[in-house]
């Protein structure tokens, strides 16, 4: 007997778990923004890489060198994030966003566009920020 399709083994896609990715997403940066560094790593899987101006860190890495700055930049320059993206395929989710940037940082005057490519996996019922892609480029 053959079958034909089976709904039930098949991971939920559609606006529920896109929901889902965008918050893991914007609770990730809302904490960063909250200067909450420990919050922050909580949607952080433990293999995940990170990909900013040609660099490659590991979560390690990105922990102690990148996120204090992260952290420092996030509470002192206003952005403004446009509609996460959101594409989904079983326990695999990708989402880009761009984000306007104006304000001023240590001093100096910002104002870039930062474009976001994550990729999320759920694990354990809850999704885990697997890898970042950060891009800029002058409006």
Not at 16 to 26: F, I, N, Q, W, Y
Not at 47 to 65: I, M, P, Q
Not at 103 to 123: M, W
């Amino acid at each position: 007997m053959a079958l034909f399709s089976l709904p039930g083994c098949s991971a939920p896609s559609g606006p529920d778990v896109e929901r889902e990715v965008t918050s893991t997403l914007e609770s990730f940066y809302s904490a960063m923004k909250a200067g909450d560094a420990t919050k922050a790593m909580t949607f952080i899987a433990p293999d995940a890489l990170f990909v900013e101006s040609g660099r490659l860190e590991t979560r390690a890495e990105y922990e102690k060198n990148h996120l204090p700055n992260d952290i420092a930049f996030e509470k002192q320059v206003t952005g403004k994030r446009g509609q996460w993206q959101v594409k989904t395929q079983a326990d695999t989710a990708w989402a880009i966003a761009m984000t306007d940037f104006d304000g001023t940082f240590e001093g100096s005057p910002v104002r870039f566009v930062s474009a976001q490519l994550a990729v999320l996996t759920r694990q354990d019922s809850r999704w885990l920020i697997r890898s970042v892609h950060w891009s800029s480029r002058r409006p």
